[in-house]
Nanobody, 124 residues
């Protein structure tokens, strides 16, 4: 069983930056691809970014490409999402997820393990 805990969310003005963290309570997260997803009120959960188990490959949603960076520190069992140039449309609950299938998937249903989410609110 993998337990994930996100932190780092908050209220930020447009143009600002936040860094989200996701800490896993598992012997090692190096067995898992790790993804970030987000869900705004009234909308479906959507893909943001994913990083492969080794950190060697990443994918980003077009809406965040060039502004967000996903990274991981397997020694600390932690994954990060650096969010720069934030926009009001980035406002959502951000979720961390883990997938042992290592498919670098962008589909939420492919991830069996999820955190509880952290709120990010960007004001204009």
């Amino acid at each position: 069983q993998v337990q994930l805990v996100e932190s780092g969310g908050g209220l930020m003005q447009a143009g600002g930056s936040l860094r989200l963290s996701c800490e896993a309570s598992v012997r090692t997260i190096s067995n898992y691809d790790m993804g970030w997803f987000r869900q705004a009120p009234g909308k479906e959960r959507e893909f943001v970014a994913v990083i492969s188990w080794s950190g060697g490959r990443t994918k980003y949603a077009d809406s965040v490409k060039g502004r967000f960076t996903i990274s991981r520190d397997n020694a600390k069992n932690t994954v990060y999402l650096q969010m720069n140039s934030l926009k009001p449309e980035d406002t959502a609950v951000y979720y961390c997820a883990a997938d042992s299938a290592r498919l670098l998937s962008t589909t939420p249903r492919m991830y069996p393990y999820w955190g509880q989410g952290t709120q990010v609110t960007v004001s204009s």
